[in-house]
Every structure is written in structure tokens, then in C-alpha cells.
DNA sequence: GCCGTTTGCTTGAACATGTCAAGTAGTTCG
DNA sequence: CGAACTACTTGACATGTTCAAGCAAACGGC
């Protein structure tokens, strides 16, 4: 068994990984951009479905609760989001404005229209890569 | 034709896709911080396997060339990067110093080891994943 | 019911990344 | 030669990111 090999052979497979990641997360910031927000701004407004907790947001983003603070505000300001409070008066519930869940549907509009995904694959290929991306995330 | 039913389909496509990528982005973000890099500065390391202009690895890190001299400054500064002229006296060529090279074949191994894709899907679904990127990002 | 602990959020400091505008120096080409 | 272009640097500014510190509310054992 040559190791070294095998560990160049594996390699070459994350580098495909990880240049697609870039294509796909180059093609997000784009998408986001064009309506004037950052990537983890369009991440949140994406989330945004229902009523949520900053502290959720803060795990959905995987970053610390603090950075949710600054990204809320930002939102707020520009009239996308607006917070109120539940039973647990600890919590912040954020949630879109008419205004905000408009600019969500047109984001998804956009991205399921123009992610190179939906362009370059046929919808059997789509499938394909659904079932491996699940098994990936293991969700 | 249901159109909004359409986008409604397609857009859960990209939300598995984008959950992909973000878990992907993590797992490669833990790597680079285990060796105390940040993505890009990882990124920028994993890309030198021969000496670059500095110009060229901006397009790679698809940034603004200005920020390339930052990036490259803390790599220096760190031992892990040097930078040479070649006939064009304008381009700096950035190349990898011994340490540096160490640096990237740790990195290589480990996330060929560690990511995901590798340890969650059997070679068979790999290469299929392969295939499928390859079509996506147009290589 | 009280008090120590935990939880959710905010604030401020420190730093990396990112863009843009302006500047310098070297190349190219008419 | 000179104008236009190219490669890089610098500085200003916004954002994202983490960490440490702090506050307020909720929880839990006793």
C-alpha cells in the first residue's frame, strides 16, 4: 500500500470539492450583492422563515451570538427585520418586515434561477447531487 | 406549469446545495485554524505550489489585488512565504520558504483525512461527486 | 422563597478580510 | 518619446469575526 499515494489521490477529490464550494459561494455573494446585502445578511434573511431567536440565527451561522448583534442592526436599519420578545423576555425574536419578505422571495427567486447548479445540471444530475450532498451533511 | 411551484422545487435544491457548502466551509476553516491560518491565508498556501504572481493569486482568492498584500505580509512575517522578482520588474513572485512547504503537505493530509466528503462517502460516491463538480464548476 | 448558576444578548477591543481610490513604478506600443 | 496599461502598495472605510466583560432574566437546588 503506498500511503502517500493515496493521500495525493484524496486530495485531488477535496480540491474539486473546494473549488466547487468557491464557484457556489462566489455565485451566493453575487446574487446577494446585487440586492445590496452582504453574504451573511442574505444568509439570515434566508432563515428568516418564521420568528427566530437571535441565539439560533448565531448557531445557523455558525459564528459567535455577539456577531448576530451588528448583523441584526444593520438589517433593522434598513428596514428588513424587526425585533420583539417572547415569554422568555432574555430573547430577541427576529423577524422579517413586509418589506424583508419580499426581498427573501426575491433572493430565492434569483438563486434557484441562476446557482450554476440549476444552469449546468440536468434535473436527474440535480437529484444525483441532492442525495450525495445529504448523505455529506448527514442531514 | 406551475411556475412558483417550479421555483419552490428548485430552490430546495440550492438550500441542500448551500448547506453543503456551508458545512464544507467549516470543515476547512477548523483545518486552516488548527495550524493557525485563516481561510484565505490557507487557501493562499494550498495554491502555491509553485512560485506566483501575486496578481495571479488574487484571481485565485477571486479578491481585490490590494488585498493580497496584506495576506501575503502576515504569511510572510510568519516565515511560511518569500517573495522574489522575476524579468517583469513589476511582478512579485510569491513562492512557499521550506517551512511553508512543510506547512502545505500538513495541510494536505489533513484535509484529506478530515473532511467530510472523505470520511462520509464511500470511494464509489466520490468519484460520482467528482463528476458531478467537475460539470458544475465547468473544468 | 433565595441565591448561585446558567442563558441570551450587548458592548467594546482587536484583528482579518474585503472594496475602492489614489499613487508609484515598470512595460508596451504607437 | 510619450500615452496607456499593468502590477503592486497604501490608506480609508465597512463588515465580519472572536473574545472578554457585563447586564438582565430564568432556572434549580435547597
Avoid: W
Avoid at 22 to 43: D, I, M, S
Avoid at 100 to 115: D, K, N, S, V, Y
Amino acid at each position: 500500500m503506498d500511503v502517500s499515494r493515496d493521500a495525493d489521490e484524496n486530495y485531488l477529490v477535496v480540491r474539486r470539492l473546494f473549488e466547487a464550494v468557491e464557484v457556489q459561494r462566489r455565485a451566493f455573494a453575487l446574487v446577494a450583492e446585487g440586492f445590496g446585502l452582504t453574504p451573511p445578511q442574505a444568509r439570515s434573511i434566508l432563515r428568516l422563515h418564521e420568528p427566530t431567536p437571535m441565539r439560533a440565527l448565531a448557531d445557523h451561522l455558525s459564528c459567535d451570538a455577539s456577531n448576530v448583534t451588528g448583523i441584526a442592526d444593520r438589517l433593522r436599519v434598513r428596514g428588513l427585520v424587526e425585533s420583539s420578545s417572547g415569554d422568555d423576555r432574555r430573547i430577541k425574536l427576529l423577524a422579517l418586515t413586509s418589506k424583508g419578505r419580499r426581498l427573501r422571495a426575491a433572493i430565492q427567486r434569483q438563486l434557484a434561477e441562476q446557482t450554476p447548479t440549476m444552469t449546468r445540471l440536468s434535473p436527474a444530475e440535480r437529484q444525483q447531487l441532492v442525495t450525495l450532498l445529504e448523505k455529506l451533511t448527514g442531514s
